[in-house]
């Protein structure tokens, strides 16, 4: 069974760009998680999407953040403009069921992004 | 609110000994409590989950307690091997959905 597939792997853009990160979970996997984690800290949660539909946007910046799931399969997670406190490591994860805290959740190798 | 508070934030220890790992909660209302294990440039990896019911889960050389009254869950490693060394993060549940993470214990297993 393949896992969750993120890319880029690594990324260094200059304040104020954008960047763009790409999610493909397992297949089937019906709970789609985008988590920041910064250096020495543990991962917070941005959103969740069960299917195509956001469970959960409450800690993403939206003045700066968005992300989409397209046909409740992959995901993208945009950051227009950047920031220098992006910097960090964006986790994908997905999960098989509804998402409920007793799932497993499956995560990708993540995209370490730095913000210059 | 669910805090998350994992004490040393790093470990290094000679291979063959025994590991420690520590977790604290802060709402002690939770049904479960889960570990996990990230290697440096990889994802998280799940190692453990512990039902509020159950007051231990062991998977080979691991072992995890829970003992929400105290709001603790603690993490041993058996035997430890250089393999082993990695971050090793508690997570618990702030809602149905959403879980809260500690910040991690960095492990370093000498040869």
Do not use: M
């Amino acid at each position: 069974e393949a896992g969750v597939a993120q890319s880029p792997r690594y990324k260094i853009i200059e304040k104020r760009q954008s960047v763009a990160f790409w999610c493909n979970p397992i297949s089937g996997h019906a709970t789609l998680y985008w988590y920041q984690q910064i250096l020495g800290q543990g991962p917070k949660l941005l959103i969740q999407f069960q299917n195509n539909g956001v469970v959960d946007d409450s800690q993403l910046p939206k003045d700066r953040f968005s992300a989409e799931r397209l046909k409740g399969v992959d995901s993208t997670l945009k950051i227009q403009p950047a920031k220098l406190e992006d910097s960090a490591v964006y986790l994908c994860a997905s999960s098989p069921g509804q998402g409920i805290g007793s799932d497993t959740q499956y995560f990708g190798p993540g995209t370490r992004l730095t913000v210059l | 609110k669910q805090e998350v508070t994992q004490i040393p934030a790093a470990l290094s220890v000679p291979e063959g000994e025994n590991l420690v790992l520590n977790c604290s909660f802060t709402d002690s209302a939770i049904y479960n409590l889960q570990w996990f294990r990230q290697d440096p440039g990889k994802g998280l990896t799940s190692l453990l989950l512990i039902q509020s019911s159950q007051r231990e889960q062991t998977s080979g050389r691991l072992n995890a307690s829970l003992d929400k009254s105290s709001g603790r869950s603690t993490l041993y490693i058996a035997a430890s091997q250089p393999g082993d060394s990695a971050t090793y993060l508690c997570a618990a549940p702030v809602n149905d959905y959403k879980l809260s993470f500690g910040a991690g214990t960095t492990v370093t297993v000498r040869a």
